[in-house]
Nanobody, 126 residues
């Protein structure tokens, strides 16, 4: 399975972007799809996650109320709607799958996610 993130770009502070994460293969009901971002010389930082079966979501405090993660099961695609962008949101954004054969609690740890796609760069100018 390959994941492909897209939709990044250069925007001004306060603007919106919608990122997409398309999977080349199936996503299963107990899987979680997470979004992380990575600024230069920093580790992957958790942004948001969605449960594939029920569409339940969990967000980092830094994006709560500004970002929304959603899924389109028919397209095996996850979206990250980013509103009210700030300069500190500037980073490469990655999507990743956490595979599981059973229902599991959400995790914000990048190490829990098994499959990663190439990132898409988001640059927010102030």
């Amino acid at each position: 399975v390959q994941l492909q993130a897209s939709g990044g770009g250069l925007v001004q502070a306060g603007s919106s972007l919608r990122l997409s994460c398309a999977s080349s293969g199936p996503i299963f009901s107990n899987d979680h799809i997470g979004w992380f971002h990575q600024a230069p010389e920093q580790e992957h930082e958790f942004v948001a996650v969605i449960n594939w079966r029920a569409g339940k979501t969990f967000y980092a405090d830094s994006v709560k109320g500004r970002f929304t993660v959603s899924r389109d099961a028919a397209k095996d695609t996850v979206y990250l709607q980013m509103n009210g962008l700030k300069s500190e949101d500037t980073a490469v954004y990655y999507c990743a799958i956490r595979r599981s054969d059973r229902a599991t609690p959400f995790s914000s740890f990048a190490s829990y996610f098994n499959e990663w796609g190439q990132g898409t760069l988001v640059t927010v100018s102030s």
